[in-house]
């Protein structure tokens, strides 16, 4: 009994910290995904994104179906990732060789497919093994332009450059959010005079400001990313792996061909130029013998 008040302030305290923190669960995405497409199918989304109206009703509802209070931010945060998200995957099922399974939700490609993509862009190893269950969610929230829950993916990467849209889309969020906070509040206190619309126009060329800014420091985090991307793939090459390979004694010819095959795979050809001594023979008879092709 005594200790009862103090196993009630923890769990009060690690209820604040959760709430304080935003932790994201699958659950709790797939909940907000929902509030978004049913405020897209409600015709609350303009200029391709949400007002102040449409984003205090979802936090909201997301108290009353959580207990949770983030605030405004805090969904927003998670919708810009989830923005990012969708402008991967989209550009990712751009190429003719990768397809969305809306069943599993599973990006399908080949292994060598795969194999090329994620050694250029590293950060979709997750997508291969995760996939993107809530694409087509994602596709009626942030698709341009709204179609109401009637997006069809194929179709509507048709024509056009399909690299050029997702980055126009994620630099016009923010203008465009600004446009619909004004639009809402017109709606609720009063008509726009000549002097707030002054004002608007200079929060307007801050806003662009901000934006240019943004690019320019995306720019150079992408070059950071790409030279060490660079450097990473330069050490754990196929061709390291076959020199490597050359120089181990006791690897007969069935095993020999089956790492082979084996170092197509990026995470392969690291584990195997990172082991040592016996333990790298050991480990090529493990996964070749047991199964070549893994």
Known sequence: MANRPTRTRGLTLQHQQQQSRARWTTHLTKMLVNLMVDQVHKGNRKNHNFGKKA?????DEFHKRTGLKWDKEQLKNRGAVLRRIYV?????????????????????????V????????????TLKSSGCPIYKELCTIFSEPPTNGKHDHPAEHEGGDPNSRPPEQEVSSSDSEEANDAVDDQETIQPSTPSTTGIRKRGRKGIDDAIAGAILEMAAASKLRTAATQQHNARYTIANCIAELDKTQGV????????LDLFNKPIAREVFLSLKGEKRLIWLLRK???DPVL
């Open 252 to 259: 007969d010819e069935q095993v020999y061909f089956a790492a």
């Open 55 to 59: 984003w205090k009703y979802m936090c």
């Open 288 to 290: 070749c013998t047991s």
């Open 114 to 125: 795969w194999a090329e993509y994620v050694r250029e862009h590293p950060d979709a190893e």
């Open 88 to 112: 991967t995957v989209t550009s990712l099922l751009d190429r003719s060789d990768f397809s969305w399974d809306e069943s599993t939700g599973a990006i399908v490609a080949s292994d060598e």
